[in-house]
């Protein structure tokens, strides 16, 4: 999360870095590029200041809505592209500035744009992690814990999961495949109580049977 927090951040930052990168070759060609503390500086400024967070949070709009989500850093030179991921990843791993970057991100419309931005991320994440063996494990405690459990069976019990548990059954019997599976249920669990009443019933007739032909014989030898 912190690693796609500093690509997203990178992101907002690189045309003010681009704009200040561009200004310092055309006032001194010795002094060249700007050093790691003044970006590190400006960075942090930044991040601070009204207009950076308004900055940040239009950027990460922009890049999700419109896909150029890597288009201007590309368009940097490779110096200062390090120069900024090493400063955005060192200032916002900082203790110091951990306070400041927890207020950035519980910012409702920040952390919805945010969200927005790495969805695509998130997504290739979480399927990586499904397949991961020791992720799977995780999840299957997590899933066994008696905390969970009472969760879910708490969740049964609310109107709106029976609800939607009610819409899902009526939509699965509209397919054909699972009508054909419940109808070949029904018809295994009716055949399944049929047979030992069949059983039951042959076996009292045949009790009645040899009732009858012994008391006709009895009869014989008494005449």
């Known amino acids: ?6 690509g997203s951040v990178g992101l907002a930052l690189s045309f003010v870095m ?14 060249g590029q700007g050093s790691y503390k003044e970006t590190k500086t400006m960075v942090l400024d930044i991040l601070k200041s009204d207009e ?11 890049s999700s809505s419109s896909g150029t989500s890597g288009m201007s850093m590309k368009m940097m030179p490779l110096q200062t592209t390090e120069e ?3 400063a955005v990843k060192n200032t916002l791993t900082a203790p110091e500035y951990q306070k400041e970057i927890e207020k950035i991100m519980t910012d409702p419309k920040f952390a919805g744009d945010f969200a927005k931005a790495i969805q695509s991320q998130s997504k290739e ?18 899933m066994k814990s008696p905390e969970m459990m009472t969760m879910f069976l708490n969740l049964t019990k609310t109107p709106d999961y029976r609800k939607q548990s009610m819409k899902t059954m009526q939509e699965s019997m509209q397919t054909p495949l699972f009508r054909m599976e419940v109808l070949n249920l029904l018809k295994k669990v009716v055949q399944e109580e ?3 009443k069949e059983k039951k019933e042959k076996g009292s007739e045949g009790g009645d049977k040899q009732e ?11 005449s």
Not at 19 to 26: F, K
């Open 52 to 62: 950076g967070k308004k900055a940040v949070e239009e950027s990460l709009s922009s």
């Open 84 to 86: 900024i991921k090493l």
């Open 194 to 196: 049929l047979e030992p």
């Open 212 to 222: 009858s032909s012994g008391g006709g014989s009895g009869d014989d030898s008494s």
């Open 125 to 142: 994440l979480h399927l990586q992690l499904i397949k991961d063996p020791t992720y799977q494990k995780s999840v299957e405690e997590i």
């Open 18 to 31: 681009a704009l200040t990168a561009c200004g310092s070759e055309q006032s001194s060609s010795s002094s």
């Open 1 to 6: 999360m912190k690693w796609r927090f500093i």
